[in-house]
């Protein structure tokens, strides 16, 4: 990982949330699939969800939201990292942050990607992500969800307090 100085923190204000889910409309894939600035908002403040902001040089640099609820236990619903701050490892230290954080409470970290997310599918690749199921036409015709999921093993027998030792 490059250390880059990110800082991150947990995001509760509804303005900042809000400014952040203007920002994915405005981008892909959001903007592709038709995503609004609603449904944006839906992705990072909806109920049960966790989002992260990342700051680099005081200036807030992307997010991560995340939920621990549900079938998936463990999704991360966005990866966003603004365009002036891609490529320098923003996206790696929040995503590594986000696996910290479900993985104290479940075994498994599942994420979506769009099929022409090619940029986005390179990274959960390099990342250890593989695929575990496809949604055929999902949001928009012509362009498939690609589930990805990065795992710690079984549920059972699963120990946070022991990963957390380094024990596992
Ligand atoms: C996908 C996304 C989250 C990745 O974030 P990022 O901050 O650009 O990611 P990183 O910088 O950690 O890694 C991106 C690439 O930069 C390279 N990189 C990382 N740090 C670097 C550094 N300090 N110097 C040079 N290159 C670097 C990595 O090797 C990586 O290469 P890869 O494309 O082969 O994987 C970001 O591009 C993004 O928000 N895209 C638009 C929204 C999106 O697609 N989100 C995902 C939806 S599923």
Do not use: Q
Not at 60 to 81: C, D, K, P
């Amino acid at each position: 990982m490059y250390d880059l100085g990110v800082k991150i923190t947990r995001m509760r204000s509804r303005r900042l949330l809000r400014a952040a889910a203007g920002e994915m409309a405005a981008s892909d894939p959001w903007r592709r699939l038709g995503i609004d600035g609603k449904g944006c908002f839906a992705a990072v403040a909806g109920p049960g969800m966790e989002t992260y902001a990342a700051f680099v040089d005081g200036r807030r640099a992307g997010h991560v939201s995340l939920t621990l609820n549900g079938l998936l236990r463990g999704y991360i619903r966005v990866m966003f990292v603004g365009e002036a701050f891609r490529g320098r490892g923003v996206g790696e230290a929040l995503i590594a942050f986000a696996e910290r954080r479900i993985l104290r409470d479940s075994p498994n970290v599942f994420l979506c990607v769009s099929s022409f997310n090619a940029g986005a599918r390179r990274f959960y690749r390099r990342l250890g992500y593989v695929r575990a199921g496809l949604f055929r036409d999902f949001i928009v015709k012509g362009a498939d969800e690609l589930l990805l999921r990065k795992t710690a093993g079984p549920f059972r027998g699963y120990s946070p307090a022991r990963r957390r030792h380094g024990k596992s």
